[in-house]
């Protein structure tokens, strides 16, 4: 009995961690911007502006939840839930400490690339359903990023699979006890960084919602809920791969101090938050790249990138033996 | 690649730059003694009003904001019957107080007339008319220098002030 407890509090915690730091974040970005623009951000309700996330939920629940007469109904009203529950499931195979998931699968990494495939559905459909020339464009243009950065995705994170010679999470974790990956793998690292941002469209990569071409992109005909929805979805989607950045080259849970759960989940924590940060700050600093720019960057830069990372590190291990 | 982490870099260190914002309710901004807000009708030193309802500062007025009628008291003087400035049309240019040729109608550096109503807004004479006279301490409309004669300059006889210097920057 007090087994199954455990497994129920571990999935009541996953599912209301991220969420509190998704929703944390709305409040969190606006003051981290603000701090690298020299400015205050929302510091007035409550302490140190905390409870703007409440207002900001108060305000969007009592929109009107309006449906354009043009739109595809029950596609429109389905793409926003696709995109949640697309990253929330990923959030399932994640090992935040020892023994701390949902589900430690054998071929947790796949898993996770498989789901971030289908949030590509979420964008296309809200773009084709919205039946909107805008929506329309910006969703043309995510599908267009999203497949093509996801190339490169998987393939940066085989080093990483070469090298602890397994799928699953917590393995790849166990596996980086003397040494963090970030340091064999550098490169691995930085192009599941920059495919990271490309694929939650953050800035420099958010061409898909570009609000100086394209209105708001794919969900320029959403609002109130609905594009809440979007809008915790590209949050759930930071922190989902800032936790996957943590896993797989920072070393998880490993940290200095005593090997408890607690101090465990709070490295974890603090990683995963500091990355964050670093996704925010990058926001606050780069402009927004062309398109064609995009498609080069992406084909001609990182894929070959990715497949010579791949090779070397296959080449060393193999030679080690 | 290395221009972008050096564009990242220097952002980041803007998070210890000063802010330049200002806390507003708490920190009140500097508003100069010139500054353009809250329209007001001053007195001369002597406590009387100094319109006369010469009509100049509706005139002047760009976005037809004043409204005002003359009448005429026992003495035989000018003054407005009702005075009235609708602030939600206002753009506070300051046309009007240059217009003034009695320094009456004046801006003062307040800003915080936020009303729930539109209506609370228009301002009647009452809520203009203030008890000193504003940003001119000593000008009285009906004070005279009077004219130079033979044995005294400008201002010099009984009941006389000094002429105003005209080509001076402050008033």
Redesign the interface.
Known sequence: MPELLRYLLVILGVVLAPLTIAAGLTWGERRLLALFQDRYGPNRVGPAGVLQVLADMIKILTKEDWVPPFADRPVFVLAPAIIIIATYLSFAVIVFAPGIAVAELNIGLLFFLAMSSLSVYSVALAGWASNSKYALLGSLRSIGQMLSYEVFMGLSLMGVVVMAGTFDLGAIVRAQAGLWYIVPQFIGFFIFFIAGLAETRRIPFDLPEAESELVAGFHTEYSGMKFAMFFLGEYVAITLFAAMLTVLFLGGWHGPGSQSTLVALGWFLLKTLALIAVFILIRASLPRLRYDQLMEFGWKVMLPLSLVNLLVTGAVVLWRG | MLS?LR??W???L??F?????V?YPEQRPYLAPRWRGRIVLTRSPDGRERCVACYLCAVACPVDCIALQRAVDAEGRHYPAFFRINFSRCIFCGFCEEACPTCAIQLTPDFEMAEYHREGLVYEKEDLLISGPGKYHAYDYYHVAGIAAADKDKGEAEGERPPVDTRGLLP
């Open positions: 972008l564009t990242i220097s952002v980041f803007h998070a730059a000063r802010r330049a914002t806390q």
